[in-house]
């Protein structure tokens, strides 16, 4: 079984509905993270938590909300999804307190398209 | 704002030739560099750099990075088509330990 699981893995939705996609993980980590990846774009950091109170922004957080539901889950969410939201979703996580750490651990993506 | 370039956007080589991705960054607070390698699916950690000049090796792959002139070079020697894939750098800053990537460079390798 993969360390750090997303579910749904592909998702084909209408404008305007809600989304949420959902990601576990079995690291212990305390960190998790949502990117998105676009064609051309890289990966860009949607909101991110550091442990389950501490939930932040990313760069592009903007029509997007998350729960951090335990240490272990952090779900992604979309209240009304729009076509630009089509993208690569990842899950990550790391650890906490290591010096020179930073390393990311992904999971295998979400692919949602808004139709 | 923090900014990490990579260049070039894509490459395509032969089997068996070497290669040299670039990546560059302006953030004000640096911590280390990282260098993953994205197939189909998520991103698999290659290096981790901190200090300048210090060669971080695996195999056929190779980075090193510049605290200088703000930039890390990943190597790839003997080319082969299991290296195709979109390669991504990303920097960590004090203080907040976000990574920032890069837009990636997509590396194709013909047999």
């Known amino acids: 079984d993969a360390d750090v699981t997303q579910t749904p893995r592909n998702r084909i939705t209408k404008t305007g509905k809600r989304i949420m996609l959902e990601c576990s993980q079995t690291?212990?980590?305390?960190?998790m993270y949502w990117y998105r990846q676009d064609p051309g774009l890289g990966l860009r950091l949607i909101y991110y938590s550091f442990d389950v109170k501490d939930i932040n922004k990313g760069e592009i957080s903007d029509g997007y909300s998350v729960s951090r539901q335990a240490q272990a889950k952090f779900s992604l969410s979309l209240e009304s999804a729009i076509p630009n939201q089509t993208a690569l979703y990842f899950c990550?996580?790391?650890?906490?307190?290591?010096?020179?750490?930073?390393?990311?651990?992904f999971g295998e993506g979400s692919r949602l398209t808004v139709l | 704002e923090d900014k990490v370039v990579q260049s070039p956007l894509s490459l395509v080589v032969h089997e068996g030739d070497t290669v040299t991705l670039n990546c560059s960054y302006e953030?004000?607070?640096?911590?280390?560099l990282l260098w993953y390698k994205q197939e189909k699916k998520a991103p698999t950690f290659l290096f981790m750099l901190t200090s300048s000049g210090i060669e971080k090796k695996s195999g056929r792959l190779s980075s090193i990075l510049d605290k200088k002139e703000l930039f890390s070079i990943l190597n790839i020697t003997a080319t082969q088509t299991g290296d195709s894939a979109i390669y991504l750098c990303a920097v960590v800053e004090f203080g907040n330990e976000k990574l920032t990537f890069g837009t990636g460079t997509r590396l194709t390798i013909i047999p």
């Open positions: 953030v004000t607070n640096f911590r280390s």
């Open positions: 990550a996580t790391s650890e906490t307190g290591q010096p020179n750490t930073g390393e990311l651990f």
């Open positions: 690291k212990g980590h305390d960190r």
